[in-house]
Protein backbone atom coordinates (compact mmCIF):
# COMPACT_ATOMS: atom_id res chain seq x y z
CA UNK A 1 0.00 0.00 0.00
CA UNK A 2 1.05 3.25 -0.77
CA UNK A 3 -0.15 7.16 -0.30
CA UNK A 4 -0.01 8.26 -3.49
CA UNK A 5 3.23 10.99 -3.42
CA UNK A 6 2.78 12.40 -7.13
CA UNK A 7 -0.22 12.76 -7.98
CA UNK A 8 -1.62 12.77 -11.91
CA UNK A 9 -3.00 16.24 -11.65
CA UNK A 10 -2.96 19.09 -9.20
CA UNK A 11 -5.76 22.01 -9.92
CA UNK A 12 -3.59 24.95 -9.67
CA UNK A 13 -5.12 28.80 -8.89
CA UNK A 14 -2.93 31.87 -10.03
CA UNK A 15 -3.95 33.81 -7.13
CA UNK A 16 -6.94 36.86 -8.12
CA UNK A 17 -10.03 33.74 -8.70
CA UNK A 18 -11.38 33.90 -5.02
CA UNK A 19 -11.03 37.84 -5.33
CA UNK A 20 -12.87 37.78 -8.22
CA UNK A 21 -15.56 35.54 -7.19
CA UNK A 22 -15.69 37.53 -4.15
CA UNK A 23 -16.15 40.28 -6.75
CA UNK A 24 -19.02 38.38 -8.98
CA UNK A 25 -20.87 38.34 -4.71
CA UNK A 26 -20.64 41.53 -4.36
CA UNK A 27 -21.96 42.40 -7.78
CA UNK A 28 -25.31 40.62 -6.63
CA UNK A 29 -25.29 38.98 -9.75
CA UNK A 30 -24.79 35.42 -9.46
CA UNK A 31 -26.94 34.19 -12.11
CA UNK A 32 -25.38 33.60 -16.24
CA UNK A 33 -24.47 36.51 -18.82
CA UNK A 34 -23.06 38.94 -16.05
CA UNK A 35 -19.85 41.19 -15.68
CA UNK A 36 -17.71 38.01 -15.37
CA UNK A 37 -19.30 36.18 -18.06
CA UNK A 38 -18.52 39.06 -20.80
CA UNK A 39 -15.36 39.84 -19.52
CA UNK A 40 -13.91 35.74 -20.03
CA UNK A 41 -16.09 35.99 -23.43
CA UNK A 42 -13.94 39.26 -24.34
CA UNK A 43 -10.64 38.11 -23.49
CA UNK A 44 -10.51 35.33 -24.96
CA UNK A 45 -12.09 37.04 -28.05
CA UNK A 46 -9.56 39.31 -28.53
CA UNK A 47 -6.32 37.15 -27.15
CA UNK A 48 -7.32 34.79 -30.18
CA UNK A 49 -9.37 37.00 -32.58
CA UNK A 50 -12.44 34.45 -32.05
CA UNK A 51 -15.50 36.94 -34.17
CA UNK A 52 -18.09 35.54 -31.00
CA UNK A 53 -17.49 32.81 -28.02
CA UNK A 54 -20.21 32.17 -25.32
CA UNK A 55 -19.42 30.65 -22.05
CA UNK A 56 -20.68 26.90 -21.22
CA UNK A 57 -20.92 24.57 -18.19
CA UNK A 58 -18.24 22.30 -20.31
CA UNK A 59 -16.88 21.39 -23.21
CA UNK A 60 -19.37 18.73 -23.65
CA UNK A 61 -22.48 21.45 -23.56
CA UNK A 62 -20.17 23.36 -25.97
CA UNK A 63 -20.04 20.11 -28.10
CA UNK A 64 -23.74 19.35 -27.42
CA UNK A 65 -24.56 23.14 -28.94
CA UNK A 66 -22.24 22.34 -31.79
CA UNK A 67 -24.24 19.38 -32.93
CA UNK A 68 -27.84 21.04 -32.49
CA UNK A 69 -26.07 23.63 -34.99
CA UNK A 70 -25.78 21.07 -37.31
CA UNK A 71 -29.57 20.10 -37.55
CA UNK A 72 -28.93 16.69 -37.88
CA UNK A 73 -30.92 14.12 -39.39
CA UNK A 74 -31.41 10.44 -37.83
CA UNK A 75 -28.55 8.75 -39.83
CA UNK A 76 -26.79 11.63 -40.60
CA UNK A 77 -22.90 11.06 -40.15
CA UNK A 78 -20.52 12.84 -38.55
CA UNK A 79 -16.15 11.68 -39.20
CA UNK A 80 -14.29 11.88 -35.88
CA UNK A 81 -11.78 10.06 -34.17
CA UNK A 82 -12.13 6.74 -32.09
CA UNK A 83 -9.14 7.74 -30.09
CA UNK A 84 -10.87 10.89 -27.76
CA UNK A 85 -13.10 11.26 -24.93
CA UNK A 86 -16.86 10.09 -25.16
CA UNK A 87 -18.63 13.63 -25.50
CA UNK A 88 -16.68 14.09 -29.12
CA UNK A 89 -19.06 10.91 -30.53
CA UNK A 90 -21.98 11.56 -27.59
CA UNK A 91 -22.90 14.80 -28.43
CA UNK A 92 -23.79 14.21 -31.81
CA UNK A 93 -25.09 10.74 -31.21
CA UNK A 94 -27.77 12.19 -29.05
CA UNK A 95 -28.76 14.19 -32.10
CA UNK A 96 -29.54 10.86 -34.23
CA UNK A 97 -25.97 11.18 -35.96
CA UNK A 98 -24.10 8.18 -37.18
CA UNK A 99 -20.49 8.55 -35.74
CA UNK A 100 -17.96 7.67 -38.35
CA UNK A 101 -14.16 6.76 -36.79
CA UNK A 102 -11.39 7.09 -38.40
CA UNK A 103 -7.84 6.52 -37.41
CA UNK A 104 -5.17 8.35 -36.28
CA UNK A 105 -1.59 9.52 -37.13
CA UNK A 106 1.28 7.48 -35.57
CA UNK A 107 3.08 11.06 -34.87
CA UNK A 108 0.61 13.05 -32.91
CA UNK A 109 -2.71 10.88 -32.37
CA UNK A 110 -4.69 13.36 -33.94
CA UNK A 111 -7.11 12.07 -36.69
CA UNK A 112 -5.36 11.37 -40.02
CA UNK A 113 -5.97 14.02 -42.52
CA UNK A 114 -5.70 11.94 -45.25
CA UNK A 115 -7.96 9.37 -44.71
CA UNK A 116 -10.91 11.31 -44.05
CA UNK A 117 -11.77 11.97 -47.50
CA UNK A 118 -12.33 8.55 -47.99
CA UNK A 119 -14.85 8.20 -44.82
CA UNK A 120 -17.24 10.86 -46.55
CA UNK A 121 -20.52 8.99 -48.08
CA UNK A 122 -23.68 11.31 -49.29
CA UNK A 123 -24.98 11.39 -45.44
CA UNK A 124 -21.75 13.24 -44.02
CA UNK A 125 -22.56 16.13 -42.40
CA UNK A 126 -19.68 17.26 -40.30
CA UNK A 127 -16.51 16.66 -39.34
CA UNK A 128 -15.21 16.99 -35.80
CA UNK A 129 -11.76 16.54 -35.28
CA UNK A 130 -9.98 16.22 -31.67
CA UNK A 131 -6.41 18.11 -31.04
CA UNK A 132 -4.51 15.72 -28.92
CA UNK A 133 -2.72 16.98 -25.80
CA UNK A 134 -3.13 20.77 -27.12
CA UNK A 135 -1.32 19.75 -30.47
CA UNK A 136 -3.23 20.90 -33.83
CA UNK A 137 -4.72 18.67 -36.16
CA UNK A 138 -3.30 19.36 -40.25
CA UNK A 139 -5.84 21.83 -40.52
CA UNK A 140 -5.28 23.04 -44.04
CA UNK A 141 -5.89 19.78 -45.41
CA UNK A 142 -9.07 18.95 -43.16
CA UNK A 143 -10.52 22.27 -43.52
CA UNK A 144 -9.93 21.92 -47.92
CA UNK A 145 -11.55 18.25 -46.99
CA UNK A 146 -14.60 19.98 -45.29
CA UNK A 147 -14.78 23.22 -47.92
CA UNK A 148 -14.72 20.23 -51.13
CA UNK A 149 -17.71 17.80 -49.64
CA UNK A 150 -19.51 21.05 -47.74
CA UNK A 151 -19.22 19.88 -44.48
CA UNK A 152 -19.63 22.13 -40.98
CA UNK A 153 -16.43 21.48 -39.38
CA UNK A 154 -16.07 21.54 -35.63
CA UNK A 155 -12.86 21.42 -33.54
CA UNK A 156 -13.01 19.49 -30.22
CA UNK A 157 -10.56 22.13 -28.64
CA UNK A 158 -10.95 20.88 -25.19
CA UNK A 159 -6.76 20.25 -24.49
CA UNK A 160 -6.42 23.33 -26.94
CA UNK A 161 -6.99 26.45 -25.30
CA UNK A 162 -3.78 28.89 -25.86
CA UNK A 163 -2.43 26.31 -28.56
CA UNK A 164 -2.09 27.60 -32.09
CA UNK A 165 -1.91 26.10 -36.07
CA UNK A 166 0.19 28.33 -38.59
CA UNK A 167 -0.22 30.85 -35.90
CA UNK A 168 -3.77 30.58 -35.44
CA UNK A 169 -5.48 29.56 -31.93
CA UNK A 170 -7.11 25.75 -31.80
CA UNK A 171 -10.89 26.72 -31.76
CA UNK A 172 -11.10 29.15 -34.15
CA UNK A 173 -9.87 27.17 -37.69
CA UNK A 174 -13.63 25.34 -38.40
CA UNK A 175 -16.60 26.91 -38.23
CA UNK A 176 -17.38 26.13 -34.65
CA UNK A 177 -14.63 25.26 -31.57
CA UNK A 178 -15.50 23.79 -28.03
CA UNK A 179 -13.20 24.50 -25.09
CA UNK A 180 -12.98 22.70 -21.49
CA UNK A 181 -12.36 24.07 -18.49
CA UNK A 182 -12.34 21.31 -16.58
CA UNK A 183 -10.08 21.15 -13.75
CA UNK A 184 -7.37 18.73 -15.61
CA UNK A 185 -7.01 21.07 -18.17
CA UNK A 186 -4.65 23.78 -18.34
CA UNK A 187 -7.00 26.64 -17.90
CA UNK A 188 -9.69 25.73 -15.26
CA UNK A 189 -12.79 26.97 -13.14
CA UNK A 190 -13.67 23.36 -11.87
CA UNK A 191 -16.82 22.77 -14.20
CA UNK A 192 -16.23 25.16 -17.41
CA UNK A 193 -16.44 25.21 -21.55
CA UNK A 194 -16.88 27.60 -24.20
CA UNK A 195 -18.18 27.44 -27.81
CA UNK A 196 -16.11 29.42 -30.55
CA UNK A 197 -18.57 30.88 -33.76
CA UNK A 198 -16.20 31.36 -36.10
CA UNK A 199 -18.84 31.38 -38.92
CA UNK A 200 -21.54 34.07 -38.34
CA UNK A 201 -24.30 32.09 -39.80
CA UNK A 202 -24.58 29.98 -36.28
CA UNK A 203 -24.53 33.44 -34.39
CA UNK A 204 -28.71 33.83 -33.66
CA UNK A 205 -29.24 30.55 -33.06
CA UNK A 206 -26.73 29.48 -30.87
CA UNK A 207 -27.66 32.40 -28.34
CA UNK A 208 -31.22 31.37 -28.59
CA UNK A 209 -30.21 27.37 -27.92
CA UNK A 210 -28.02 28.39 -24.93
CA UNK A 211 -30.41 30.03 -23.43
CA UNK A 212 -33.28 27.49 -23.32
CA UNK A 213 -34.14 27.81 -26.59
CA UNK A 214 -35.74 31.40 -26.00
CA UNK A 215 -35.26 34.87 -27.96
CA UNK A 216 -34.01 36.70 -24.30
CA UNK A 217 -30.69 37.82 -25.50
CA UNK A 218 -32.41 39.43 -28.07
CA UNK A 219 -34.61 40.71 -25.82
CA UNK A 220 -32.11 42.27 -23.53
CA UNK A 221 -30.44 44.06 -26.76
CA UNK A 222 -34.00 45.54 -27.61
CA UNK A 223 -34.03 43.52 -30.89
CA UNK A 224 -37.47 42.02 -29.76
CA UNK A 225 -39.99 43.48 -27.45
CA UNK A 226 -40.68 40.49 -25.46
CA UNK A 227 -38.87 37.15 -24.80
CA UNK A 228 -40.80 34.04 -25.99
CA UNK A 229 -39.92 29.96 -26.66
CA UNK A 230 -38.74 30.13 -30.41
CA UNK A 231 -36.37 27.09 -31.01
CA UNK A 232 -35.23 23.84 -29.11
CA UNK A 233 -32.47 24.41 -26.25
CA UNK A 234 -31.13 23.62 -22.78
CA UNK A 235 -29.46 25.72 -20.21
CA UNK A 236 -26.30 25.57 -21.77
CA UNK A 237 -25.12 29.05 -19.20
CA UNK A 238 -22.35 29.04 -16.31
CA UNK A 239 -23.07 31.07 -13.32
CA UNK A 240 -21.19 33.82 -12.70
CA UNK A 241 -19.27 32.28 -9.25
CA UNK A 242 -17.43 30.20 -12.73
CA UNK A 243 -16.76 33.15 -14.99
CA UNK A 244 -15.09 34.70 -12.24
CA UNK A 245 -12.78 32.20 -11.13
CA UNK A 246 -12.29 31.22 -14.60
CA UNK A 247 -11.66 35.35 -15.33
CA UNK A 248 -8.79 34.76 -12.63
CA UNK A 249 -7.42 31.96 -14.79
CA UNK A 250 -7.62 33.64 -17.82
CA UNK A 251 -5.48 36.80 -17.03
CA UNK A 252 -2.59 34.58 -15.79
CA UNK A 253 -3.07 32.18 -19.41
CA UNK A 254 0.19 33.10 -20.51
CA UNK A 255 1.97 32.34 -16.95
CA UNK A 256 0.25 29.11 -16.95
CA UNK A 257 1.19 28.17 -20.36
CA UNK A 258 5.12 28.70 -19.80
CA UNK A 259 5.11 26.79 -16.71
CA UNK A 260 4.00 23.89 -18.55
CA UNK A 261 6.09 24.11 -20.95
CA UNK A 262 8.78 24.71 -18.33
CA UNK A 263 7.82 20.79 -16.66
CA UNK A 264 7.29 19.62 -20.16
CA UNK A 265 10.99 20.37 -21.42
CA UNK A 266 12.09 18.77 -18.24
CA UNK A 267 10.59 16.18 -18.72
CA UNK A 268 12.52 15.42 -22.43
CA UNK A 269 15.70 16.14 -21.16
CA UNK A 270 15.26 13.74 -18.48
CA UNK A 271 14.07 11.14 -20.09
CA UNK A 272 16.20 11.99 -23.40
CA UNK A 273 18.56 8.78 -22.33
CA UNK A 274 19.60 6.01 -24.10
CA UNK A 275 17.83 3.74 -21.77
CA UNK A 276 15.07 4.83 -23.63
CA UNK A 277 15.77 4.23 -26.95
CA UNK A 278 14.11 1.47 -28.84
CA UNK A 279 11.78 1.00 -25.94
CA UNK A 280 9.58 4.03 -25.77
CA UNK A 281 9.40 7.16 -27.82
CA UNK A 282 8.61 10.81 -26.64
CA UNK A 283 5.67 12.87 -27.94
CA UNK A 284 6.15 15.10 -31.14
CA UNK A 285 4.90 18.30 -32.02
CA UNK A 286 5.23 19.06 -35.50
CA UNK A 287 6.92 22.18 -37.01
CA UNK A 288 3.32 24.50 -37.87
CA UNK A 289 2.02 23.71 -34.04
CA UNK A 290 2.53 25.74 -31.68
CA UNK A 291 1.90 23.66 -28.31
CA UNK A 292 0.01 24.27 -24.92
CA UNK A 293 1.91 21.52 -22.79
CA UNK A 294 -0.97 19.95 -22.06
CA UNK A 295 0.26 16.73 -21.95
CA UNK A 296 3.39 14.50 -21.59
CA UNK A 297 3.07 10.98 -22.67
CA UNK A 298 5.54 8.31 -23.35
CA UNK A 299 4.79 5.52 -26.11
CA UNK A 300 5.86 2.06 -24.39
CA UNK A 301 6.99 -0.79 -26.83
CA UNK A 302 4.20 -2.98 -26.04
CA UNK A 303 0.90 -2.68 -24.33
CA UNK A 304 2.46 -5.71 -21.08
CA UNK A 305 5.35 -3.00 -20.42
CA UNK A 306 2.80 -0.19 -20.50
CA UNK A 307 0.52 -1.56 -18.18
CA UNK A 308 3.74 -2.97 -15.81
CA UNK A 309 5.25 0.66 -15.88
CA UNK A 310 2.07 2.20 -14.46
CA UNK A 311 1.85 -0.59 -11.78
CA UNK A 312 5.71 -0.14 -11.28
CA UNK A 313 4.62 3.67 -10.85
CA UNK A 314 2.06 3.24 -8.75
CA UNK A 315 3.83 0.97 -5.67
CA UNK A 316 6.01 4.12 -5.90
CA UNK A 317 3.16 6.36 -5.54
CA UNK A 318 3.66 7.98 -8.69
CA UNK A 319 0.14 8.09 -10.65
CA UNK A 320 1.17 7.61 -13.93
CA UNK A 321 -1.65 6.94 -16.20
CA UNK A 322 -3.21 5.38 -19.55
CA UNK A 323 -5.61 7.54 -21.30
CA UNK A 324 -8.88 7.24 -24.02
CA UNK A 325 -10.69 3.37 -24.57
CA UNK A 326 -11.19 3.86 -28.52
CA UNK A 327 -14.44 4.50 -28.63
CA UNK A 328 -15.04 2.29 -31.32
CA UNK A 329 -14.12 -0.46 -28.61
CA UNK A 330 -16.35 0.31 -25.75
CA UNK A 331 -19.71 -1.25 -25.45
CA UNK A 332 -21.33 1.95 -26.91
CA UNK A 333 -19.24 2.99 -29.72
CA UNK A 334 -18.93 -0.61 -30.94
CA UNK A 335 -23.19 -0.74 -32.08
CA UNK A 336 -21.85 2.57 -34.60
CA UNK A 337 -18.91 1.13 -36.01
CA UNK A 338 -18.27 -1.33 -39.06
CA UNK A 339 -16.11 -4.27 -39.61
CA UNK A 340 -13.12 -2.16 -39.76
CA UNK A 341 -10.49 -1.86 -37.73
CA UNK A 342 -8.57 0.89 -36.91
CA UNK A 343 -4.58 -0.17 -36.07
CA UNK A 344 -3.01 2.76 -35.17
CA UNK A 345 -5.83 3.44 -32.71
CA UNK A 346 -5.82 0.41 -31.40
CA UNK A 347 -2.20 -0.29 -31.15
CA UNK A 348 -0.81 3.36 -29.48
CA UNK A 349 -3.90 3.61 -27.11
CA UNK A 350 -2.81 0.75 -25.56
CA UNK A 351 0.38 1.52 -25.40
CA UNK A 352 0.40 5.00 -24.06
CA UNK A 353 1.15 6.32 -20.70
CA UNK A 354 0.48 9.71 -18.77
CA UNK A 355 3.14 11.45 -16.29
CA UNK A 356 1.84 13.74 -13.72
CA UNK A 357 2.29 16.88 -15.31
CA UNK A 358 1.04 20.18 -12.96
CA UNK A 359 1.74 23.28 -12.37
CA UNK A 360 3.57 23.29 -9.03
CA UNK A 361 4.96 19.83 -9.44
CA UNK A 362 9.21 20.15 -8.52
CA UNK A 363 12.20 19.22 -10.54
CA UNK A 364 12.58 16.60 -7.24
CA UNK A 365 9.42 15.28 -8.32
CA UNK A 366 9.67 15.28 -11.85
CA UNK A 367 13.46 13.53 -11.35
CA UNK A 368 11.61 10.60 -9.25
CA UNK A 369 9.28 9.97 -12.17
CA UNK A 370 11.95 10.23 -14.61
CA UNK A 371 14.17 8.21 -12.65
CA UNK A 372 11.49 4.80 -12.11
CA UNK A 373 10.92 5.39 -15.83
CA UNK A 374 14.26 4.90 -17.15
CA UNK A 375 15.12 2.18 -14.47
CA UNK A 376 11.95 0.64 -15.22
CA UNK A 377 12.71 0.45 -19.24
CA UNK A 378 16.37 -0.50 -18.49
CA UNK A 379 15.45 -3.82 -16.62
CA UNK A 380 12.55 -4.63 -18.76
CA UNK A 381 14.79 -5.51 -21.62
CA UNK A 382 13.05 -8.78 -23.38
CA UNK A 383 10.23 -8.53 -21.11
CA UNK A 384 8.46 -6.39 -23.63
CA UNK A 385 6.37 -8.74 -25.43
CA UNK A 386 2.52 -9.14 -23.87
C1 LIG B 1 -11.94 17.03 -21.40
C2 LIG B 1 -12.43 16.74 -22.76
C3 LIG B 1 -13.79 16.87 -23.10
C4 LIG B 1 -14.85 17.16 -22.09
O1 LIG B 1 -14.71 18.39 -21.46
P1 LIG B 1 -15.71 18.75 -20.25
O2 LIG B 1 -15.46 20.23 -20.05
O3 LIG B 1 -15.30 17.93 -19.08
O4 LIG B 1 -17.09 18.47 -20.69
C5 LIG B 1 -14.15 16.65 -24.42
N1 LIG B 1 -13.24 16.32 -25.35
C6 LIG B 1 -11.94 16.18 -25.06
C7 LIG B 1 -10.98 15.81 -26.15
C8 LIG B 1 -11.48 16.37 -23.75
O5 LIG B 1 -10.19 16.22 -23.47
Known amino acids: MNETQIPFNKPFVAGKELYYVAQAVTRGNLGGDGYYTKACCRLLEDKFGIPKVLLTPSCTASLEMAAILCELEEGDEVIMPSYTFVSTASAFVREGATPVFVDIRPDTLNIDENLIEAAVTDKTKAICVVHYA ?9 VATAKKHDLILIEDAAQGVNAFYKGRALGTIGDLGCYSFHETKNIICGEGGALCINNPRFNDRAEIIRDKGTNRRQFFRGEVDKYTWVDVGSSFVPSEI ?25 YRDL ?20 CNFHMFYLIASS ?4 DALIQRCRDRGIDAVFHYIPLHCSPMGRQFSHKHSLPVTEDLSSRLVRLPLFHDISREEQALVAEEVLTFLDSSDGGSDD
Open 303 to 306: NGQR
Open 271 to 290: LQSPSLTGEATLPTIPEDCD
Open 134 to 142: GVGCEMDRI
Open 242 to 266: CSAFLYGQLKAMESITDRRGEVYRE
